[in-house]
C-alpha cells in the first residue's frame, strides 16, 4: 500500500492507498468553513460544535478522498505532464485542507470528549505526514515538488553498453548475475537516476518541518513517530527493543552469508573482516536476498522448492498469480474480490506508457473499487508481493464500513503485515494442495533448514532495511544530516545496521537514498520492519487457532475458516482503537514481540551458530 499522503501517521483520514488528491466542491467547503468560524469565534467549544465538526469533516474527507485517489491512480498508471499537473493541483489542495483541519481540531482541546470522539479529534490534529506550513504558497510548491520526487523515479532509466535500462530490467540483472563487474555497473548505473532528486528532497524537507513545527512537533520525524498510538520517544524505543530482540539472527545470517559469498567470489570481492558489497545480494537494495540463496544454500543439503521454477514449469501468468492469491483468502472465509478488481487493476507492466511500475494496492472509493497495481513478473518473489498487496486489498475492504477517521490499519505494520502473514503459509503442503508441485516432490523433515535458509534470506536479510530507512529519514528532518551529509549518512546506517558497503567510492553528487522508492515516493518505511516483527506473531497465532502442531515453518492455514474469522474480526476494526487491542483481538496479546520470529528460526539460528562458530564475525 501506498501512504496516505496527506493527513495523519496514525489516523489516517484520507482514503489511504494510494496518493489522494483534488478540489473541494465550494458549496461543502463553504459549510465546513462556516462550521469551523462558529467554532473559533467561540472560546469554550461544546460537545455540539464537536459534533458537528466531526460530521461535516468526515462528509467533506470522503468527497475528497474520492477524488484524490481518482487523479493519483490516473497519474501512477500514466505519467505525462497533464496527469502530474492534476495530482500536484489535488495534493496542494489536500494539503492545504490537512493544515486546516488540523488547526480546527485543536480548538477542542481543552473539551472533555468521548473517548471515540477524541480520538478522532486527535487523529485530525495530527495532520498529514507531509504537512505544509500555513503560508501562502507553501502547500503548492510541496506537492509539486512531492509529484516530481515520485514521477523521477517512475520514469528513471540509465544507459548500460548501448542500451536503455528501466529499473524492472536492472533489477533482473541484480537478480541472476554473478559477474561482480556487471553487477556493479548496473547497480551504479541505476543510482544515476537519483542526483537529480536531492535539491528537490532538501527542500521538501524544509517545508514539512516547518509544517510539523505548526503542529506542535520538533520535526516531521517527531510527527511520524507520534503515530503509533504511544509517546514518540516511547515509540524510538519500541524500535530498538524489537531489533535488539532479532538482531542476533541477522548478524548469524550476515556472518553465514559472507562466508558463502566469500568462498564463490574471493577475498577481493568479498573480504571477510568487511561488510558485505550491497550488489552481490540479489537486490537492487540489499533488502532481500533469495536471489542468491542458490548461492549459500547448505552444502549437501536436501533440495528444497524453487518457487519461481515450479511457476514457469505450470505457465503461470501473472493473472494466474493473483487468482490463486486471492483464493487463499477466499479459502478462509473472505469475499471474493469484484469483477472491478480484474477490470480495472495493473497487473502487467503496459506497453507505451510510463507506469510508476513500484507495487501498491488501492481501494479508490473506500467501498470495492478495489485495485492493485504491479508490473508483475513470473518469480517466486512477485508471487509474494501479489499476496502482500491482497493484503492490503482485503484489510481495505475490512474495514470499509469504518468512519473515514477510521479507514486505515491498526498502525501502519499491520497494513504491511497481512498479505506477507498469508505468504508464510506457501508451505510446499500449500503448494501440492493448488496443483503447483507434485505430492511426490514435497521435501521431507531433512530439508527443513533449506526452507528454512531461503526464507531467513528474505524475511531476516530484511530487518535491519527496514529499520534504517526511516532512522537515515529521522536524522534528516531532525538536522542531524544536512543535505551535504545525505549520502554519507546512508551508507553510515547501512554499513551500522545491515553491514552492507557500496562496491566503489560513490561519487559527491550521490543521493543513493532517491535510487529506493520510498525515499522519492514519500512513504513511511518503519512499517515494513514492524510488519516483519507482525506477520510472524499473526502466523504463529493463526497456527494456534487452527491447532496446526509441529514447526511454524511447515504450518499453512489455507482453507481454515476459523482463522478467517478471527483475523477479520481484526480487520474490520481499522484504527478504530488503539493497535494493541486490534492485536489483542487476534494474537491475545498487546504486545509486538520478535519471539515469534525466533521460534520460526530457531533450527536455523541453532545450525548458522554451529557454522559460524570459527569464524570471525562481525564487520
Ligand atoms: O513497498 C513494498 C510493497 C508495497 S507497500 C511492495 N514493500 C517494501 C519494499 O518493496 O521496499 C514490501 C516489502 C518492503
Ligand atoms: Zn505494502
Known sequence: ?????????????????????????????????????????????????????????????????LRSAKTAW?????????????????????AKLSTELSNAAKRFNDLSLPADMRRKIDGL???????????????????????????????????????????????????????????????????????????????????????????????????????????????????????????????????????????KYGDTVVPLDQPIRADILGNMWGQSWGNVFDEVAPANAVKGVDVTQLLKDKNYDPVKMVEVGEKFFTSMGFAPLPETFWERSQIVKPEGREVVCHASAWNLDDKDDVRIKMCTKVNAEDFSTVHHELGHNFYQRAYKDQPVFYRSGANDGFHEAIGDMIALSITPEYLVEIGLLEKEAVPGADADLTLLMRQAMDKVAFLPFGLMVDQWRWKVFSGEYSPADYNDGWWELREKYQG????????????????????????????????????????????????????????????????????????????????PDALEAFTGTRDMDGSAILEYFAPLMTYLEAENKDKSCGW
Open 125 to 263: 490534529k495530527r495532520g498529514s505526514s507531509f504537512p505544509a506550513p500555513e503560508k501562502e504558497g507553501a502547500a503548492d510548491e510541496l506537492a509539486q515538488i512531492m509529484t516530481r520526487l515520485d514521477s523521477r523515479y517512475g520514469t528513471g532509466k540509465f544507459t548500460y553498453k548501448g542500451e536503455t535500462l528501466t529499473l524492472g530490467q536492472a533489477s533482473d540483472v541484480i537478480a541472476e548475475s554473478r559477474d561482480p563487474a556487471e553487477l556493479q555497473a548496473i547497480w551504479e548505473g541505476w543510482r544515476t537516476i537519483s542526483p537529480a532528486m536531492k535539491d528537490d528532497y532538501a527542500r521538501m524537507v524544509e517545508i514539512i518541518n516547518e509544517g510539523a513545527r505548526e503542529l506542535g512537533y520538533d520535526d516531521a520525524g517527531a510527527l511520524w513517530r507520534g503515530g503509533y498510538d504511544m509517546d514518540g520517544d516511547a515509540f524510538t524505543k519500541e524500535a530498538d527493543r524489537l531489533w535488539g530482540q532479532v538482531k542476533p539472527l541477522y548478524d548469524q545470517l550476515h556472518c553465514y552469508v559472507r562466508s558463502e559469498l566469500n568462498e
Open 500 to 579: 552492507l558497503r557500496a562496491p566503489s567510492e560513490r561519487p559527491a553528487d550521490a543521493f543513493d537514498p532517491g535510487a529506493k522508492y520510498h525515499i522519492p515516493g514519500n512513504t513511511p518505511y518503519m512499517r515494513y520492519f514492524l510488519a516483519h516483527i507482525l506477520q510472524f506473531q499473526f502466523h504463529k497465532a493463526a497456527c494456534d487457532i487452527a491447532g496446526v502442531e509441529g514447526p511454524l515453518h511447515r504450518c499453512s492455514v489455507y482453507n481454515n475458516k476459523e482463522v478467517g474469522a478471527r483475523f477479520n474480526a481484526m480487520m474490520e476494526m481499522g484504527q478504530s482503537k488503539p493497535w
Open 74 to 94: 490516473a497519474k501512477a498508471t500514466n505519467i505525462t505532464d497533464a496527469t502530474n499537473e492534476a495530482e500536484a493541483i489535488v495534493n496542494a489542495e489536500g
Open 1 to 65: 500500500m501506498k501512504h496516505a499522503l496527506l493527513l495523519a501517521t496514525s489516523l489516517s483520514l484520507f482514503a489511504l492507498t494510494a496518493c489522494q488528491n483534488p478540489t473541494i466542491d465550494s458549496e461543502t467547503s463553504q459549510t465546513v468553513k462556516d462550521a469551523v468560524e462558529t467554532v473559533t469565534q467561540n472560546d469554550a467549544p461544546t460537545l455540539q460544535d464537536a459534533k458537528e465538526f466531526l460530521e461535516t469533516t468526515e462528509a467533506r474527507l470522503v468527497e475528497f478522498n
